[in-house]
């Protein structure tokens, strides 16, 4: 499996960074595999109710998605982010100063 690129502003300090890093990389995952990659990989030493707690969360801000009984990033979420990075290396490729981007990656809206 390659190195998955860990986004630069996400460092693991909690349990839905975790979750975000873990699935970035090995997708879809029952709530025990996630807690158990969770606390093999970080050293977060958490249980199933807290990740279950933030996945919770990161469904309402449709980070997750949740399908049947397994969890995996959200799509458009994730296409949110790729169209926020192709913006951000755009302008600065062009070193040109543009009109401030807002993005609201717990949604789909993406406003220039």
Not at 6 to 17: N, T
Not at 66 to 72: G, L, M, R
Request: proline content about 4%.
């Amino acid at each position: 499996m390659k190195d998955i690129i860990p986004l630069p502003c996400l460092k693991v300090e909690s349990v839905r960074d975790a979750i975000v890093q873990v699935l970035s990389k090995k997708w879809p995952l029952h709530l025990k595999d996630l807690t158990d990659e969770i606390n093999a990989e970080f050293s977060l030493r958490t249980s199933s109710q807290a990740v279950f707690k933030a996945l919770i969360i990161l469904i309402k801000e449709k980070i997750v998605a949740k399908e049947n009984s397994v969890y995996c990033l959200n799509k458009e979420w994730i296409s949110n982010v790729k169209k926020f990075a192709d913006f951000l290396n755009s302008s600065y490729l062009k070193n040109e100063i543009q009109k401030p981007v807002f993005v609201d990656l717990t949604t789909t809206n993406l406003s220039f």
